[in-house]
């Protein structure tokens, strides 16, 4: 995706933290553009990209410790605004002559906040206000030439420095919990940085269209169809920008919800009239799966047999029956498939399929319009380009399907229990219009067995785990507090209606410290 020319750049420098991505996303929910670049990005690089402001993020690390990430100090004289945020406030302070210190007392969680002297960050809101803090060391003196602004249980819990339009908060404006910061974020964008709100769905379509074209020329294209929004969306894009050199392959690996293949050929054959191509691979994705229990050797068989049926898929499929190879593959990766898939400066949590778990040796180039973008831009943009609601809203799903649904083995058995689970997850949770509130809701087949009673007699049988989540995002989530009328349904259907199953548990962990997926 190509920046669009007339749209501000606010740069993100990641000192380490998954909360850097979550910081670009709220600089674009202000409708400005951003990106995230790495901490050792030269700052010449940075100033020649002509951004209207610099974001620091948060990090790990303190920055008393050996090899703690560390910026060139040139950055604070080249002009361009920047503000610091946890880690990155600390490292501003420590750079230029002030001090932090451990001082025994940190400050983690929900903190109240007082506003003692003026600023333009907190121009017309509370003097007392509550934000999420999460830190061990504390700026205790702030340096030369900045004044402190807000307190804390530390003495220092913003600082600035309005002459070089350099700014810090101790705090995470970014995240939910800090309650007026986006407030505070647009402050410093479009007060301090005068960025310009014109990053919008239009210009993402715009930008990722040009991109497309630049990088397809007239060659023929392939994109691997799933049915969720995600593919959908890249579709979408690639053919609104290349037309009929694009071809569709859904690849029905047997590892899909109930009725899904169905729904596919329906929606994107019949109802949008694209060239789709339908692969029956049940089997061979069941083979290279049996005897797998390891979660990732599942998602990088499953990943390297995509690309193998798509490898097959591309011969002969060229634009208007040519008999040209495709070269191009289109895939739906998105910002956090990206993030947890590892990168320089973020440890890696799994591979995804679509990242993590591609073959060294395909004969793809990849076309990945969305791998920029966070789901909520990614459904945004799918309603400008006019994909029916229960596409554009439908919860995600994994590429790997299934398989990091089931824990263990993957068999044709438990792939058939669970469909019928899930089926029922999910009718129920619509019935209760919960459908949209939720992240995700949807069963997990643990392959374990326990001991039952039903009608009088023993039972051993799977058990089910309901797991429904609310996030903003799928760098964090919260489990869902379902009505317990709902869940008791929820058992009693699975029981009665699931050969195969005789308990049902409810998932109550959070991401972190779990993941959202059991695998």
């Not at 560390?70 to 302070?93: E, F, K, N, T």
Request: proline residues 5%; aromatic residues 6%.
């Amino acid at each position: 995706m190509l920046r669009p020319d007339d749209t501000d750049l606010i740069l993100v420098v990641d000192f380490g933290a998954q909360y850097a991505q979550l910081i670009a996303r709220r600089v674009r929910e202000a409708n400005v553009y951003s990106e995230i670049v790495p901490r050792d990005t030269p700052v010449a690089e940075m100033l020649a990209r002509r951004p209207r402001g610099i974001i620091f993020s948060g990090g790990p690390s303190s920055v008393h410790v050996e090899g703690a990430p560390r910026i060139d100090p040139s950055i604070y004289d080249s002009g361009v605004p920047i503000l610091g945020i946890c880690y990155g406030c600390q490292l501003i302070a420590q750079q230029l002559g002030g001090e932090v210190r451990r001082t025994g007392t940190g400050e983690y969680g929900r903190t109240e906040l007082k506003v003692v002297d003026s600023s333009v960050l907190f121009a017309n809101l509370p003097v007392e206000q509550e934000v999420w803090m999460s830190h061990g060391d504390s700026i205790v003196l702030a340096p030369a030439g900045f004044k402190t602004t807000a307190s804390s249980s530390a003495p220092v819990a913003a600082l600035e420095d309005s002459e070089r339009a350099i700014y810090g908060v101790q705090f995470h404006p970014e995240v939910v919990h800090t309650a007026r910061g986006m407030e505070i974020l647009k402050a410093f964008l479009y007060d301090v940085c005068g960025a310009r709100p014109t990053w919008t769905r239009v210009s993402i379509i715009e930008s990722a269209v040009e991109a497309i074209q630049g990088q397809v020329g007239d060659g023929a294209v392939i994109c691997g169809l799933s049915g969720g929004v995600d593919s959908a969306v890249a579709a979408a894009l690639v053919h609104k920008a290349v037309g009929d050199q694009l071809t569709c392959v859904f690849v029905d690996t047997g590892l899909l919800r109930a009725g899904e293949a169905e729904q596919v050929e329906e929606t994107f054959l019949r109802q949008f009239h694209v060239d789709l191509v339908h692969v029956k691979a049940a089997d061979r994705f069941l083979s290279v799966l049996a005897g797998v229990t390891d979660p990732e050797r599942k998602r990088k068989a499953i990943g390297e047999t995509f690309i193998r049926v798509f490898e097959e898929s591309a011969r002969d499929l060229g634009p208007k029956g040519s008999r040209d190879v495709a070269r191009f593959l289109v895939q739906g990766t998105l910002y956090p498939d990206v993030i947890e898939s590892g990168t320089r400066d973020a440890a890696k949590i799994k591979s995804h399929h679509n990242v993590g778990g591609l073959p060294e040796d395909m004969d793809f180039d990849l076309v990945e319009p969305l791998r920029l973008l966070f789901k909520d831009e990614v459904r945004a943009v799918g309603e400008e380009l006019g994909l029916p609601e229960d596409i554009v809203w439908r919860q995600p799903f994994p590429g790997p399907g299934l398989a990091v649904r089931i824990v263990g083995e993957v068999t044709a058995e438990r792939v058939e229990v669970l469909q019928r689970a899930d089926a029922v997850v999910t009718e129920e949770v619509k019935r209760a219009g919960l459908y949209r509130e939720l992240w995700q809701s949807f069963a997990v087949l643990p392959a374990v067995r326990s001991v039952g009673v039903m009608g009088d007699e023993r039972t051993y049988a799977y058990p089910i785990v309901i797991r429904a989540v609310t996030s903003d995002d799928a760098m964090t989530a919260d489990w869902a507090r379902l009505p317990y009328d709902l869940l008791e349904r929820i058992s009693s259907r699975l029981i009665n209606e699931v050969p195969g199953v005789n308990r049902v548990a409810y998932d109550i962990t959070s991401k972190p410290p779990g993941t959202i997926e059991w695998e």
